[in-house]
């Protein structure tokens, strides 16, 4: 099992950047994959980031692709997620989660560890 607490979430306007972290821990954190997800209000969670346990692959929600970049150092068992270019359409609440496995994977059931989740609030 893997402990997960995000952070660097906050407020700022269209247009501005924020870096999240996940610091990580427990034994099987360089041998999982991660991902963050994001639940606005309202609404369900989805699917913004992926990566697989080396880092060498990535994926990202079609929203968020070409703004956002995921990345993790295992040495210091951490995620990040760098986003820039932010919307008001990116406010929500954002969650590091560790998967099941070691290789990518996109749909939250396949993610058995989950943080508390960091509020990142985007005004217009």
């Known amino acids: 099992q893997v402990q997960l607490v995000e952070s660097g979430g906050g407020s700022v306007q269209a247009g501005g950047s924020l870096r999240l972290s996940c610091a990580a821990s427990?034994?099987?954190?360089?041998?999982?994959?991660m991902g963050w997800f994001r639940q606005a209000p309202g609404k369900g969670r989805e699917f913004v980031a992926a990566?697989?346990?080396?880092?060498?692959?990535?994926y990202y929600a079609d929203s968020v692709k070409g703004r956002f970049t995921i990345s993790r150092d295992n040495a210091k068992n951490m995620v990040y997620l760098q986003m820039n270019s932010l919307k008001p359409e990116d406010t929500g609440v954002y969650y590091c989660?560790?998967?099941?496995?070691?290789?990518?994977?996109?749909?939250?059931?396949?993610?058995?560890?989950w943080g508390q989740g960091t509020q990142v609030t985007v005004s217009s």
């Open positions: 989660a560790a998967a099941k496995g070691a290789a990518l994977e996109i749909e939250s059931a396949e993610f058995g560890s």
């Open positions: 427990g034994r099987t954190f360089s041998s999982s994959s």
């Open positions: 990566i697989d346990w080396s880092g060498g692959s990535t």
